[in-house]
């Protein structure tokens, strides 16, 4: 108990809201326990109970066991500590899902004889010219450090085309078969805001970024709508697993949607989500997104306990710090200290064509999320959303700048600026990066650019609110990984030294679990309804093995998830969980919590 004052305070709350729930009683309680509520105290509680799938009241285990009635299932969390449930504010539950299904996993790969080893296996299931497809490697997991090629696909696979997707998803590699398919050859001029990389000789050496990538991957198969929606049951169910009870889901296409709105009519999506969509690089793209949009309610007009809502655009100013695609002011580095001389990266969208198109969709009203990994990409889309904002100054749109990894002091300033102004201007940052992509990045970025990646700590100084994400499958979609990452900064290999990235820019647990809740929770437009354990919000929880709040660091990595609430419903019992659950004898219809 941080002070005994908010306790009292919900004591109150709870003695007053009991008459309202006799006699049949609240329908769920969690008792002796660690309440994390994160609300705007930061106060911790004993004990929780919820009623209509929301948070009816907060306070001490007296208080709460007060509202048990015969129809209430009653928790024992035996010391266990709860939280909000997780919230991730930019994870591709869609498309990372269906590569889940659909592809196999490459991201445990450390050589890349076992990349083609893995591959070679599923080679074997498959027909002769079928596509083999592969999602996650990374050439910094890999002991040779170098990219995957043509030649080493070709080995796995002789008879079917196979394109591997890097994990940050800008480039990946095609096979030889692959590149016959899509008439890539040493002739092949590289398109606009793409490279084929070449060898010596000037043969495709089979990797192919950015607009390069969608060359070849116009080649494969959609996939059907059945592997859509089981994709998106794969990450919500591992979300509810994690602790998670929402996302926001960047980048969705129309057939996304449609699977989306199916589950969300069916019951099934058991997490808050709010999509972006993909509205290409073109002003026509644009006119046509804001067409489509406007028979959609938005997330300021959606209906109450909506599931599902669509949140408005996503937009690409950059590359990757991968790919070393992203727009930088000065050159890339290579293996730390070396130059990549001349590459500055390059915008993938003409830059003054991005600044027309969010004065489009700022005029129109749409929350625009834009990508933008470099600092020259950073300092052009928060200076494009000022001069569209002073032009039109409409209040609560929440722009975000997606990614933020290195912002200039100026680019910071002006986030506080209009988050103060105009509530826009939110980083919706991934702290797993410096983790799981950390060792490319630290090659990549050079040990400059490095200290500046991910400023939490310099937000906070400056006033700025950022919102976590896992940019899921670029990085594991727990967000347990975030909240460590916030802190430690250290890299999954230490190739370059464990904490190339310094700690100036650590936070401390508070921030971090904030970033993942509330903050997170106003970037999806629910912080009326989720982020904070809070009387009338929606009943998302998460139950933990430990404290975040006082565990070492390191053991956040570790957190397990024993239960998981969302509105209510038990959505996650972990197998060997030692929580007691005894279920009320009296169910409402509808509202009581399943599981025993
Ligand atoms: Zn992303």
């Not at 002796?32 to 929301?54: K, M, Y």
């Not at 859509?228 to 990450?235: Q, T």
């Not at 809740?517 to 929606?538: C, H, M, N, P, Y």
Request: proline share 5%; charged share 20%.
């Amino acid at each position: 108990m941080k002070s005994l004052l908010p306790a009292l305070l919900l004591l109150s709350v709870a003695v007053s809201a009991g008459a309202a729930a006799a006699p049949r009683g609240v329908d769920l309680v969690l008792l002796n326990g660690h309440v994390l509520t994160v609300d705007a105290r930061d106060s911790v509680a004993q004990a929780l109970a919820v009623r209509d799938g929301r948070v009816f009241a907060v306070g001490s285990n007296r208080s709460i066991r007060a509202l048990i009635g015969p129809g209430t299932t009653v928790i024992d969390l035996r010391g266990r500590t709860a939280t909000p449930g997780l919230i991730d504010a930019h994870a591709h539950i869609s498309s990372g899902g269906l590569a889940a299904v659909t592809s196999v996993n490459l991201g445990g790969a450390r050589s890349i004889g076992e990349v083609v080893a893995l591959l070679a296996a599923r080679a074997k299931t498959l027909a002769p010219g079928a596509w083999l497809l592969g999602s996650g490697w990374d050439e910094g997991k890999l002991a040779e450090h170098r990219y995957v090629e043509a030649q080493d696909l070709d080995a796995a696979a002789p008879a079917n085309p196979v394109w591997i997707d890097h994990t940050t998803g800008h480039y990946g590699t095609a096979n030889s078969r692959a590149l016959a398919l899509a008439g890539i050859t040493a002739a092949s001029v590289d398109p606009p805001a793409g490279t084929i990389d070449r060898d010596a000789t000037g043969a495709p050496t089979g990797v192919m970024k950015e607009g390069a990538r969608d060359l070849m991957v116009a080649f494969i198969p959609e996939p059907s709508s059945a592997d859509r929606r089981a994709g998106i049951l794969a990450s919500v169910r591992l979300m509810n697993r994690e602790g998670m009870t929402a996302a926001k889901d960047p980048n969705i296409y129309p057939a996304d949607w449609d699977a989306y709105t199916a589950l969300a009519a069916e019951g099934l999506l058991t997490a808050h989500v709010c999509t972006l969509w993909n509205t290409g690089a073109t002003l026509v793209s644009a006119e046509a997104m804001i067409a489509r949009l406007a028979s959609l309610p938005g997330p300021h007009s959606h209906p109450a306990g909506a599931d599902l809502v669509s949140c408005g655009v996503k937009l690409f100013m950059d590359g990757s710090g991968g790919a070393r695609t992203a727009w930088v002011y000065d050159d890339w580095n290579r293996q730390s200290v070396s130059l990549d001389r001349g590459n500055h990266g390059y915008p993938l969208i003409e830059p003054g064509v991005y600044r027309a198109m969010v004065r489009l969709f700022n005029d129109a009203g749409i929350h625009i999320g834009t990508h933008a990994i470099g600092d020259r990409a950073i300092d052009w889309v928060v200076d494009s959303y000022a001069e569209a904002l002073a032009a039109r100054p409409g209040l609560g749109l929440r722009h975000s700048i997606i990614h933020a990894n290195i912002p200039t002091d100026g680019a910071i300033a002006t986030m506080a600026r209009l988050q103060r102004q105009f509530d826009a201007g939110y980083p919706e940052a991934q702290a797993p990066f410096s983790w799981w992509i950390g060792d490319t990045y630290a090659a990549n970025f050079g040990p400059a650019r490095a200290a500046r990646l991910n400023p939490f700590r310099t937000y906070l100084e400056r006033g700025v609110r950022w919102a976590g994400g896992s940019d899921y499958d670029v990085t594991p979609l727990p967000a347990r990984f975030g909240l460590w990452a916030s802190i430690a900064r250290e890299t999954l290999q230490g190739t370059w030294g464990r904490q190339p990235f310094g700690s100036r820019e650590s936070v401390d647990v508070h921030a971090a679990l904030r970033s993942y809740t509330v903050w997170a929770a106003r970037q999806l437009f629910i912080e009326d309804e989720a982020g904070s354990l809070e009387r009338g919000k929606s009943a998302d929880v998460a139950v933990w093995d430990r404290n975040p709040y006082t565990v070492p660091t390191a053991e956040l990595k570790d957190l397990q998830c024993e239960l998981t609430l969302y509105r209510g419903r038990i959505v996650h019992r972990a197998e060997h969980s030692a929580l007691r659950i005894r279920a009320g004898a009296v169910r409402a219809s509808g509202s009581a919590a399943s599981g025993t």
